[in-house]
C-alpha cells in the first residue's frame, strides 16, 4: 500500500526559504503514470495547489506561487521536495504532498498526513 | 487561470440525501473531483473521474455532472460523513494545473 510522509522544519523564519520532503513507500516514484505535488491549507482555511513534478523533473506551479516555488525529486532515495522561498506569515499551514493521477483528469489519489509549518521569527 | 465555487456550509438530516455542488466553467471541459476532510486529518479522495469511488468509498457517495456544475450526493447520510468536502479539477488551460473549490462544511443533523 502506498504511503506518503512529509518531513521538514516546523518553524521558519519570515524571509527564509521553507523546505520539504515527503518520502514515499511501497511504490517507485519513477512510475511514467503519476505525479508527484504539494497541497496546502492554512490554519481555519482551504485547500491550496503549490504544484507537481513528474520524476523526470518536469514541473508545474500554481501561477500565484510560481516565482517562489521550486519542486525536484530523487529516484535514488524515492523521494520527492518542495522550496518555498522569502516566505511570510501567509505562508504558516499544514503542508500536505500527494501522489498525482493523470487520466484526462488530474487528481489527488493518495495523501501524506501533512505537516504543520509556522513562520515566525 | 480558473476558479470553482462552493456552497460554504450544508446541512442535511440523519439518513437523508445531500447534494454538494461545485461551479466553474473549466467544469465544461474536466470532471469534477471530490475529496472528505474530517477535523484534524488529510483529505481523502471519494470521488474521481466524475463518478467513480476509490476502493473502502461506501456507495451512498456518487458524483454527477451538467454543464458548468458538478454534484456530490450522499444518498442516506450518516453521522461520519460529518466533514468538509472539497472538489478540484484540471485548470481550463488544460496543463497539469489545479485549481480547488472552497470547501462545504457538511453538517449531519
Known amino acids: 500500500q502506498l504511503q506518503l510522509q512529509e518531513s521538514g522544519p516546523g518553524l521558519v523564519k519570515p524571509s527564509e526559504t521553507l523546505s520539504l520532503t515527503c518520502s514515499v513507500s511501497g511504490g517507485f516514484i519513477g512510475s511514467t503514470t503519476y505525479y508527484w505535488g504539494w497541497i496546502r491549507q492554512p490554519p481555519g482555511k482551504g485547500l491550496e495547489w503549490i504544484g507537481s513534478?513528474?520524476?523526470?523533473?518536469?514541473?508545474y506551479y500554481n501561477p500565484s506561487l510560481k516565482s517562489r516555488v521550486s519542486m525536484s525529486v530523487d529516484t535514488s532515495k524515492n523521494q520527492f521536495s518542495l522550496k518555498l522561498s522569502s516566505v511570510t506569515a501567509a505562508d504558516t499551514a499544514v503542508y500536505y504532498c500527494?501522489?498525482?493521477?493523470?487520466?484526462?483528469?488530474?487528481?489527488?489519489?493518495?495523501w501524506g498526513r501533512g505537516t504543520t509549518v509556522k513562520v515566525s521569527s | 487561470s480558473s476558479e470553482l465555487t462552493q456552497d460554504p456550509a450544508v446541512s442535511v438530516a440523519l439518513g437523508q440525501t445531500v447534494r454538494i455542488t461545485c461551479q466553474g466553467d473549466?467544469?465544461?471541459?474536466?470532471?469534477a473531483t471530490w475529496y472528505q476532510q474530517r477535523p484534524g486529518q488529510a483529505p481523502l479522495l471519494v470521488i474521481f473521474?466524475?463518478?467513480n469511488r476509490p476502493s473502502g468509498i461506501p456507495d451512498r457517495f456518487s458524483g454527477s455532472s451538467s454543464g458548468n456544475t458538478a454534484s456530490l450526493t450522499i444518498t442516506g447520510a450518516q453521522a461520519e460523513d460529518e466533514a468538509d468536502y472539497y472538489c478540484n479539477s484540471r485548470d481550463s488551460s488544460g496543463k497539469h494545473l489545479v485549481v480547488f473549490g472552497g470547501g462545504t462544511k457538511l453538517t449531519v443533523l
Open positions: 500527494a501522489r498525482h493521477a493523470d487520466r484526462g483528469d488530474f487528481y489527488m489519489d493518495v
Open positions: 473549466n467544469l465544461r471541459n474536466f470532471h
Open positions: 473521474g466524475n463518478n
Open positions: 513534478v513528474f520524476y523526470t523533473g518536469s514541473s
